[in-house]
């Protein structure tokens, strides 16, 4: 709110009605804030293709809700070796990649502690979050190559930046932390 207040030449309070609530409701979305209610806005690039995948249905890697709600899962579920792609009518300029991964944000033990018992076990990796991943482009010849290699992903949320132009884009899930099958809530390109 401070950086949209600058940029903007507003007080804080100015920035909490209209647009520029729109605008701050938007941005901590994107960084995954959840706002009940609200769904993020699809960049233009990742709206207009077509998305398909190896396995399940894969729109809900688009659809603005970067978790569960009530009954709707919101997410693509895949296990290692599935395959989520984004394809264009004509060649594409790609600078940005933005992932969402399942932390299990329903778990039962929380990561901070309010305190320390004795006896407490180790934290560690959410075993439905991804561990390794590629985003491969399609060439010329219609072959796959890789663009980004991401190997022991600890994150909920990953933000990629990249240059390229492509007619097709893929998310190909490698590793998960433990799990056979994971959710993957957000995959979108612009």
Known sequence: AGAIALRRGLSPREVGKGKTLRELQQLLMADDCYLPGLSREIAPLSRSAE???????????RNGVDRPVGEQLNAWQCSPGDWAQYSFKTKQPVSKIRLVFDSDLNCQQKNILCHYPLARTELTTPATMVADFDIQIQNRQ???????????????LVKLTCECSTTALRLRVLRTWGEEQVNVFAFEVE
């Open 51 to 61: 998305l398909i995948a190896s396995t399940g249905q894969p729109e809900g890697l």
């Open 142 to 156: 219609g072959q796959w190559e890789n663009l980004i290699s991401v190997r022991d992903n600890h994150q909920r």
